[in-house]
Nanobody, 115 residues
Framework: QVQLVESGGGLVQPGGSLRLSCAASGSIFGFDAMGWYRQVSGKQRELVATITIGENTNYADSVKGRFTISRDNAKNTVYLQMNSLKFEDTAVYYC?????????WGQGTQVTVSS
């Protein structure tokens, strides 16, 4: 059973930065793709960024140029570096992993952007 554990969320002022981490219980090398999604209460969960096993990345338009996703296979960890944070980035951020038809989710970490 794969477990994904997020960390790094918190409260930050607009324009600030945070780095989220997603640690997997096993090797992430076999995952087809890993990524980050976010959800605001009452709204659908939305894609933020993904990275494939070949390290191809994809970003939501709203975060392009501000967020960077990366993976460290040796540490079984995926990161999301978030810069120039805006009020509208406030959400619960979830780590996601895909292995064939199987999908795994972390428990989520809250990111709040507020002055």
């Amino acid at each position: 059973q794969v477990q994904l554990v997020e960390s790094g969320g918190g409260l930050v002022q607009p324009g600030g930065s945070l780095r989220l981490s997603c640690a997997a219980s096993g090797s992430i090398f076999g995952f087809d793709a890993m990524g980050w999604y976010r959800q605001v209460s009452g709204k659908q969960r939305e894609l933020v960024a993904t990275i494939t096993i070949g390290e191809n990345t994809n970003y939501a338009d709203s975060v392009k140029g501000r967020f960077t996703i990366s993976r460290d296979n040796a540490k079984n960890t995926v990161y999301l570096q978030m810069n120039s944070l805006k009020f509208e980035d406030t959400a619960v951020y979830y780590c996601h992993a895909k292995l064939g038809i199987l999908e795994y989710w972390g428990q989520g970490t809250q990111v709040t952007v507020s002055s």
